[in-house]
């Protein structure tokens, strides 16, 4: 009895998600938007897709919303999906609205998913790049800085694969 407890208390502490990893299969990512809208990020295949982990309290992160604002409405109309993730407390959610609700892309509160298979990213701001079919091309951390033209290069090719 005492062997099947120990097995049961390491099967638990194993995260039950492998996370975001380039090469692979977007993890799910289930949640309503600060705007109430739902979000689900399996609905989004077919489209190139930013996942964008930010804090209110990040200094990098407000750095980084501007470009990202700039490149979703330069690339949107090319069928850009772009979706910030708020790693905020629910308590913060005022704060979170009152600073992403300056741009135009939507964004998520993390504590709010219903399905998150992401699990926190090691730092903040940290995006993933999603192809059209679904799989992690690229994670972009704040070292270096993301700029227009570096997140750009990443992008343009995966805009123009069909």
Do not use: N
């Amino acid at each position: 009895m005492k062997f099947l407890l120990i097995v049961l208390m390491t099967l638990c502490a194993v995260p039950a998600f492998a996370g975001a990893e380039i090469g692979q299969p977007v993890p799910a990512l289930v949640a309503p938007q600060l705007d109430d809208k739902p979000f689900d990020l399996a609905k989004q295949r077919g489209k190139v897709v930013v996942v964008s982990f930010w804090a209110t309290w990040c200094i990098p992160c407000h750095e980084e919303m501007p470009i990202l604002d700039a490149v979703y409405k330069k690339y949107q109309p090319r069928g850009l999906v772009l979706i910030g993730v708020s790693v905020d407390k629910a308590r913060e959610r005022d704060r979170a609205y009152a600073m992403i609700h300056k741009y135009s892309y939507p964004s998520i509160l993390r504590s709010d998913a219903t399905v998150d298979e992401f699990g926190l990213p090691d730092e903040v701001p940290t995006a993933y790049i999603i192809d059209r079919s679904g799989t992690v091309r690229a994670m972009l951390t704040d070292d270096p800085p993301v700029t227009e033209d570096s997140l750009g290069k990443v992008l343009e090719p995966l805009l123009t694969e069909k």
